[in-house]
């Protein structure tokens, strides 16, 4: 990791050892602030979703009070795993082992008969770090999760509030498995370069002008790029009428929680990710005036990227199955008092990124497949793909923080 060559990818055993992988999940999936759900996934008390992370599993689930929680998912008897499904909703948490049975806040309600003396108070499932920001849910494994999270989230609260994710409803959820080690699925998000061939369906609304230094975009994509400099003073017009703020933030590396948002134009009718670019859901999301408002769009490290439109959101999370598996869920957000078959049209909704998604799994294998050759050597990143050299530079940045720490705890 020392002798990464910057602005190139990583050598091969990054993207293929076992060793690299369970390194992976110590100093990133279990040290850094993780996205793992929307709020909107768990609307009501005792709703809950599970996250396994490496041998971890976490409980999200909103408890009595509306507050929403994360546990280990180890019971605090013999250790069984509590809950299986990945989703549901339980009135308790209730071992069937043992029945060993805990409130959605966490604590032992009841435990059988025990020796005397046994002190129920002791025996509270262990807590995970959880913060939710805006409508989305963040878990850190660490002891000590960074400290970085709080300033992060203050910062972009208010580009992610005007779109009351509070006031939304699941409209669409689907877990896609990629053959593909995380790293090359994160990077393939992080740059446009291969959207012109490989996405028409997004292409229709996102701008393949992406990552392009004005001075830098290609005779061909010109048109493109004039049609988005209009849209894009309409949308100046639009966000400053809606209070929205539209300025690009990037801190993608240089600290432990990397991110990166910034309130963009969409081609088309400018105003959702469908075909033409038109609202997909006739509810508008807040108190949002026009469907014309672009894409904010948020990229959150290690695992995340989120598109807020005027009338629906769309949140991305992968985690790591094993060296050459990742599992990417897409969750459409719409609002909560919008009909299905009357406000919106499920397929509609989700076609662009259903399509992208998969158009982005089969790259993402063939890259995987590429690099398992003995022929493989890492090439360079294009000017378009500096947010890659970032995510890089974060993940070498990750791995030496963590093996720093792992040096002082064994002196
Ligand atoms: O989801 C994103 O953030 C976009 C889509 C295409 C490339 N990437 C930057
Ligand atoms: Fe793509």
Redesign the pocket.
């Known amino acids: 990791m020392d002798e990464r060559r910057p602005g190139y990818c990583l050598e091969a055993p990054f993207y293929l050892s076992d060793e690299f992988y369970r390194r992976d999940i110590d100093a990133v999936f279990a040290a850094t602030w993780i996205f793992a759900a929307a709020a909107a996934e768990v609307p009501e008390p005792g709703d809950f979703v599970t996250i396994d992370i490496g041998d971890y599993s976490v409980i999200i689930i909103r408890d009595d009070d509306e507050e929403i929680r994360a546990h280990h998912n180890v019971c605090r008897h013999r250790g069984a795993r509590l809950l299986s499904e990945t989703n549901g909703s339980v009135g308790n948490i209730v071992c069937s082992y043992h029945q060993w049975t805990y409130s959605p806040e966490g604590d032992l309600m009841s435990a059988g008969v025990q020796a005397p003396g046994f002190d129920r108070t002791c025996f509270s499932l262990r807590s995970v770090n959880v913060r939710v920001v805006a409508g989305l849910v963040f878990i850190c494994l660490a002891h000590n999760p960074p400290e970085d999270f709080a300033e992060v989230a203050q910062r972009i609260s208010p580009y992610i509030q005007p779109h009351a994710l509070n006031k939304t409803k699941v409209a669409a959820q689907v877990d896609l498995i990629e053959h593909a080690n995380w790293k090359l699925v994160m990077e393939n ?4 370069y291969h ?1 012109e061939a490989g996405h028409p369906e ?1 292409t229709c609304t ?1 701008f393949p002008t ?1 990552g392009y230094a004005p001075d830098e975009i290609p005779k061909r994509l010109k048109p493109a790029y004039q049609r988005y400099l209009d849209a894009e003073e309409r949308l100046r017009v639009n966000s400053e009428r809606n209070n929205l703020p539209t300025q690009l933030i990037a801190e993608l590396s240089g600290r432990a929680t990397g991110f990166r948002i910034e309130r963009a134009a969409l081609d088309g009718k400018g105003e959702s990710y469908t075909m033409d670019g038109g609202a997909a859901s006739a509810k508008l999301l807040g108190e949002l005036d026009t469907p014309e408002l672009g894409r904010l ?1 948020m ?1 959150t490290q290690p695992n995340a ?1 989120f ?1 807020f439109m005027g009338d629906h959101a769309v949140t991305f999370s992968l985690i790591p199955l094993g060296p050459d598996t990742t599992r990417v869920r897409s969750t459409w957000l719409v609002h909560e008092d919008a009909v299905e078959g009357v406000d919106y049209d499920v397929e509609n909704l989700t076609t662009v990124w259903v399509k992208t998604n998969e158009q982005d799994a089969a790259l993402c294998a063939k890259a995987h497949r590429g690099i398992s050759s003995p022929a493989y050597v890492p090439g360079p990143y294009a000017p378009t793909e500096s947010d890659l050299e970032e995510f890089c530079t974060w993940y070498i940045e990750r791995l030496q923080a963590h093996r720093a720490q792992t040096d002082v705890q064994q002196a």
Request: net charge neutral; aromatic share 24%.
């Open positions: 998000n992080r740059e446009c959207c997004l996102f992406y769009s990229h990227w598109h």
